[in-house]
């Protein structure tokens, strides 16, 4: 890699101008950085594993599997920063136009990479400090009962749970599931539904723990990937929730809450074009539905929405805009969205109608005030 790093130098600074230099010697430095970070991680992490190994539980397991999985993150990053550097050296004799577009593809990969080992490092960390911190689970009666009974019992806690968290009591859920799991720790389904509670209830790193210790039983289980992706995705570990949902749509191809998932964590990411693809294909699944449109569809539109708004194809962006207030006449975001699409495309009058109508739920605003200076002018 040093080698190739002085064959770049030699021969292609005179070749491209400044501006063009400075963005490859980005590129290249953040492939070295990622390189050496993913060797040094790779020995930090692999290092406890041959102790873990010797403990027979299933907590020392999971902190065993949570550093294997950081280690491995890490190794990818290094082999990734590797490659980067290589395609560099190899673009020397390319046209300015296509060096562009391979330093954009590069930088993207090498960014990946990175980002994907510092959050398998933060991931490794939850395991440890998360699995060591849950106590004990008491489960009743005190004597112990026979297999089959405490597998009746399990199933018993288990129904009760999911009737608890179809009426939304996550809490009350959360406690049902546990008890399941505790009296039968083979028991699944419950902890699946016990990693959903606790994304539904905000505790997103504990909900990452248990869908994780959960695919260590079942990795075929594509809604367990679907989960994971969303709670990666409410603790801002993107590049990890994409694996995941990309993960889920490997086995379920047709799994419409992971297309919208990994659309969602694109646009987060601030990647709108990539993230159109993932939301067309979730509200074609969404419509395909039997019944009425549900919540999700509206919520997708707005994305799609914004998406275009930020490409500037703000006449397109105007009608999905549109298309979503229908539905949701009263939201404040999407009468926003129609002003400043009204405003990029020079109709000013229709920009103060959306903007004045956003006023009356939010008085507040000053995207809305700056919206209204701007269509008054």
Request: aromatic share 10%.
């Amino acid at each position: 890699m040093v080698a190739a790093w002085g064959v770049f130098t030699r021969w292609y600074i005179p070749s491209v101008g400044p501006a063009i230099f400075r963005v490859l010697v980005l590129c290249t430095g953040t492939a070295l950085v990622t390189c050496g970070m993913g060797a040094a991680l790779a020995a930090d992490e692999s290092a406890p594993l041959d102790r873990l190994a010797t403990v027979p539980s299933e907590r020392a397991n999971a902190v065993a599997d949570a550093a294997r999985d950081a280690a491995r993150h890490a190794a990818d990053a290094s082999r990734e920063a590797s490659q980067v550097a290589e395609v560099v050296a190899r673009i020397v004799n390319s046209a300015v136009s296509e060096t562009v577009e391979v330093i954009r593809r590069e930088t993207s990969r090498a960014r990946a990479a990175a980002e994907r080992t510092w959050q398998g490092l933060e991931e490794a960390e939850d395991e440890r400090t998360l699995t060591s911190a849950v106590p004990a689970i008491p489960v009743r009666p005190s004597r112990p009962a026979p297999r089959f009974r405490r597998t009746a019992q399990a199933e018993a806690s288990f129904a009760h749970g999911n009737a608890l968290l179809e009426t939304r009591k996550y809490y009350e859920a959360r406690d049902q599931f546990e008890e399941a799991i505790a009296l039968d720790p083979e028991h699944d389904r419950a902890r699946a539904a016990l990693a959903w509670s606790q994304y539904f209830l905000g505790n997103y790193r504990g909900a990452i723990v248990t869908f994780k210790a959960a695919l260590r039983r079942q990795p075929t289980w594509e809604g367990l990937y679907d989960g994971l992706g969303w709670s990666r995705l409410r603790v801002g570990r993107h590049q990890l929730a994409i694996d995941a949902f990309k993960s889920a749509l490997d086995r379920n191809p047709g799994y419409v809450d992971a297309w919208n998932g990994l659309g969602s964590t694109l646009f987060e990411r601030g990647d709108y074009e990539a993230a159109l693809a993932p939301f067309e294909k979730a509200l074609y699944g969404y419509r395909r539905l039997a019944g009425p449109e549900p919540a999700e569809v509206t919520t997708l539109r707005a994305k799609i929405a914004w998406s275009l708004y930020y490409l500037e194809r703000y006449r397109e962006a105007l009608a999905m805009f549109i298309r979503a207030s229908l539905a949701a006449p009263g939201s404040h975001q999407l009468q926003v969205g129609m002003g400043w699409c009204y405003l990029r495309l020079g109709q000013k009058a229709d920009a103060q109608d959306a903007f004045q109508r956003a006023m009356r739920t939010e008085p507040n605003d000053e995207i809305v005030r700056e919206g209204l200076r701007r269509a008054s002018l």
